[in-house]
């Protein structure tokens, strides 16, 4: 029987088998000259309990590689035809995003998103040489026609039994298709999937958790969409020890947090919903609240397939009517939570129809919450990470803005964002973002060990006092705060940033946690945003930190583009590390 340690670090307890490994990267400057700006700087050093290694950035693959028989994020239709431009090329994209490394028997794979409409997922092969170098073998795209198409993936996690969860963010507004199956701008590109035809684009398609798992070493794949987690912004879903217990965040404006308890371990097709209520106790540091969780009850994939199979729509769930004199009619809710599609500065009043709250609750995930009294009024949701010494959640939050303030946007009055009676989160804003740490506990009624009860600031960026416009937040702080990882057993967060004036180079950062302190390990050239960082403690012998550079010169800064190469996105990670846990 091991002995256990109690430790103290910095007022924080943790019981663990073994001490803390120390681990500290060599701080990576912060880009001041041009050239420094268009280039990539990676820590090249980390001490792991005081032994130093050599590390850098290794570049895998870029967008528009040929690998094998494969190119590297080109966009294919509905029916396995190249999509092209208008000048016949194949249409290539540069928004690499999440980049999972997985094992099959002897064999290294890499499954990678594009973050596009219409997306694409792609499958490496790796092979992996004695200094621990991953190199490219085969690259082929991954077939989603069965589920209508791949919407816009964004994060994503490994889950506890080795596949790949996938997400796809910024669902479409079903409520504001057109007859003709426009949508706007932004959905409308999802018509090349299917030869320009947007009457076959249904936005309920979209929206959900996919799942990948590899079942031969040629990197055959089954492929899952998980409709009974639930329809929202997904930024990424993360599996907390118990097999069962997945949290989820909802990227965007006026969204929720939400939490899935799956039927059975290792089984994410059937399950309870649920969304969190925010009880503000502190204003301070990204404010404090006690978490209360709703149910949006029970459902499985194949109860909510059929009812998408069976062209359901939203008018098939609710009741609208007319917010007026300053009131919805009775019965009806008021709610601002798809405030990013809805531009009107009254709440839109809904109320569900009879026999409809189960579909609803998993096609409609963020307003049948709002009905049911949870907060949809978090901003820019990102990243989920698991601290396996503190049993603590993370999770960074890009933005406290607009919904999160009370009556507010940036601090200046506005009613876009706010319904009256339901004003959860009242924080100053600071659009420079903070990661939370979410205490959890064991809830019988719900069913499981790992429930967030306090959610409450960590660490948040601050905003620069010198007058620099392009960078607004202070340099020595984060900027956006997006995905985040924990190095198990070290006491140390990674966290990367998205950021377009925040900072004008972003970066990933090593926090510290017991000594609040934050070092620069990654920066990235001009208008790209830093994706994917997670962390893997043992592929074949070695550890890995993927990142990934999404479309430089693409967000911000795109005037300072002279050689079109330069746009295309990196995909690779930040070592190689020594095994920290065997």
């Known amino acids: 029987m091991k002995k256990f340690l109690f430790l103290a670090l910095s007022g924080m307890s943790v019981f663990a088998s073994d001490a803390l490994t120390s681990i500290e990267f060599s701080e990576v400057k912060v880009p001041m000259t041009d050239d420094e700006k268009r280039g990539i700087g990676a820590s090249d050093t980390v ?32 029916n396995g035809k190249l999509i092209t431009t208008k000048d016949g090329s194949p249409r290539i994209s540069d928004d690499n995003d999440f980049s999972s490394l997985l094992t099959y028997k002897d064999k290294i794979f890499m499954i990678s998103h594009f973050e596009t409409r219409p997306a694409a997922m792609y499958i490496t092969e790796l092979s992996q040489d004695e200094n621990g170098k991953l190199t490219a073998v085969n690259t082929k795209n991954i077939d989603f026609s069965e589920f209508g198409g791949l919407w816009v993936p964004c994060a994503g996690s490994v889950s506890p039994w080795g596949t790949h ?78 097999k069962k217990t997945v949290l989820l965040s909802d990227d965007g404006t006026n969204v929720s947090l939400f939490m899935f308890i799956a039927d059975k371990e290792e089984d994410l097709s059937a399950g309870t919903l649920y969304a969190a209520k925010w009880n503000q106790t502190d204003d301070k540091n990204g404010g404090t609240a006690d978490l209360e969780w709703i149910s949006l009850g029970h459902a499985t994939n194949s109860e909510i397939q059929k009812a998408i199979n069976d062209g359901v729509k939203f008018g098939d769930m609710f009741e609208v009517a007319d917010f007026k004199d300053d009131t ?65 959640v993370y999770i960074g939050m890009s933005e406290i803005n607009k919904g999160m303030e009370s009556f507010k946007s940036k601090g200046k009055d506005s009613n876009k964002y706010d319904v009256k009676g339901q004003d959860h989160i009242r924080l100053p804003h600071n659009t420079c ?46 900027a956006n705060p997006d995905n985040v990882t924990y190095i198990n057993n070290t006491g140390t967060l990674i966290i990367g940033e998205d950021t377009g004036s925040g900072h004008q180079n972003d970066a990933i950062w090593s926090y ?7 070092t620069r390990i990654f920066t990235t050239p001009y208008g790209s945003e830093t994706t994917s960082p997670y962390y893997y403690n043992n592929i074949g012998g070695f550890g890995y930190i993927t990142a990934v550079i999404q479309h430089p010169y693409g967000e911000s800064d795109e005037d300072k583009l002279s050689n079109p190469q330069d746009a295309r996105a990196y995909t690779g990670y930040i070592g190689p590390l020594p095994v920290i846990t065997k």
């Open 328 to 392: 919805c009619p009775a019965g009806f809710t008021p709610t601002k939570a798809n405030a990013d599609s809805n531009q009107d500065t009254e709440p839109e009043c809904i109320k569900l129809k009879d026999g409809m709250e189960k579909i609803a609750s998993r096609l409609e995930s963020r307003r049948v919450a709002a009905i049911k009294g949870a907060t949809t009024e978090f901003r820019k949701m990102e990243g989920i990470t698991y601290n396996n010494n503190l049993n603590e």
């Open 433 to 478: 973002g903070t990661v939370y740490k979410l205490s959890l506990v064991e809830n019988e009624k719900i069913g499981s060990k790992y429930v967030p009860s306090v959610m409450k600031g960590m660490v948040s960026g601050k905003y620069s006092d010198t007058g620099d416009k392009l960078n607004t937040c202070d340099l020595n702080g984060l």
């Open 512 to 518: 510290n946690i017991a000594q609040d302190k934050l």
């Open 47 to 78: 001490k792991v309990n005081g032994k130093e290694y050599k590390i850098g950035f290794n570049t895998i693959m870029r967008s528009g590689d040929k690998v094998g028989d494969g190119v590297f994020g080109a966009l294919y239709d509905k």
């Open 165 to 242: 969860l996938g997400s796809e963010e910024y669902e479409p507004d079903a409520r504001t298709v057109k007859e003709d199956g426009s949508n706007g701008e932004y959905s409308d590109l999802m018509g090349e999937y299917f030869g320009g035809d947007l009457t076959k684009v249904n936005p309920y398609a979209y929206g959900y958790i996919p799942e990948i798992k590899i079942t031969s070493e040629n990197g055959d794949v089954e492929v899952t969409k998980h409709y009974t987690m639930g329809r929202m912004a997904h930024e990424l879903s993360y599996v907390l020890p118990d």
